[in-house]
């Protein structure tokens, strides 16, 4: 008889879950007696403990931790199979694991997953925020939506919105200090740090002109405050502290009150368009296909307009 049968592997995802036997049986509708006894054969079957078993809870062993990561590997991989057989008449449905940066994804992509379950319900969706987009090469997640493409040419990236950093200040700052004329005079300012990523901490990138007339200028950086979290930062340069350098979708709407002033708006800095970037069997499924799609409308629709601060650009030059 075969140490591992196909039943198992759900079964053993949903005890594992739970965390005792009576929940599982309550989720199974089954006999606390009759998941012992299925869990027993397993073990029999295998030769080896997979759930250390007490009066109140149970603790998966080693064989029992890498038994269950096994099953939802193996339960993941056949719903992707199923999907890909459907084909493009596939209903979306199954778990969909994203991976999105800290702020970016508490702010834009949480309420994009809120809207795309409520027209695919039969998708589950795992969220998982961090501050460096994670290897694909490990599976761990379906699509990550990070900024900027990716070096690595054996993914698939689709840009689903654009974007751009811009440095601002508050007018309470300015009012201290001199406007910046250039990249250089950044050097006599307060900055606002944003240890994220692998961008070189303390280094701006500035670009000006375009073609061959085309001009990059690095500059060091200095301030008294440096943070790994995007919003603090944020809030830090309304407070007044400094110029801080932002993505614009997070930073448009302070912009468009007055609340924050583009610093240099005739320089740019290296682009950071948003990108959904997954592996290319990922893009096979119903689900992974419908929530790129819907990704890329939801950004597109109300997305940041460029033309309102490009007239902000204009005012800025004025003044």
Sequence with gaps: MS?????????????????????????????????????????????????????????????????????????HEMDELAQV????????????????????????????????????????VQLTLSVDPPPLSDDAFDVCVQFGAPPDTHVVARRVALNRRLLCAAPSYLAKHPMPRNPRDLAKHDCIGIRQGHDGYGVWRLISGSGAGQKTETVRVRGNLSTNDGEIAVKWALDGHGIVMRAEWDIADYLRDGALVHVLPEYRTPGADIYAVHSPHHL????????????????????????????????????
Excluded: W
Excluded at 91 to 99: D, H, T
Excluded at 285 to 305: E, H, I, M, N, Y
């Design 3 to 75: 140490p591992v049968q196909a039943d198992d592997l759900a079964f053993f995802c949903v005890l594992a879950s739970h965390g005792s036997l009576t929940a599982a049986a309550r989720e199974l509708g089954v006999s606390t007696a009759a998941v012992s006894k299925h869990l027993a054969q397993m073990e029999a079957r295998g030769g080896v403990a997979l759930v250390n078993r007490t009066t109140r809870r149970m603790n998966l062993t080693p064989e029992g931790e890498l038994y269950l990561a096994y099953a939802r590997r193996i339960l």
């Design 85 to 124: 057989l459907g084909g493009a008449r596939a209903v979306p449905k199954g778990l969909l694991r994203v991976n999105a940066t800290l702020g970016f994804g508490r702010s834009h992509v949480a309420p994009v997953i809120s809207r795309f379950v409520r027209v695919h319900p039969a998708v589950e």
């Design 284 to 319: 096979l499924s119903a689900r992974t296909r419908a929530f790129v799609d819907f990704l890329a409308s939801s950004l597109a629709a109300p997305g940041v307009a460029y033309s309102n601060l490009r007239s902000l650009d204009r005012k800025s030059n004025k003044t």
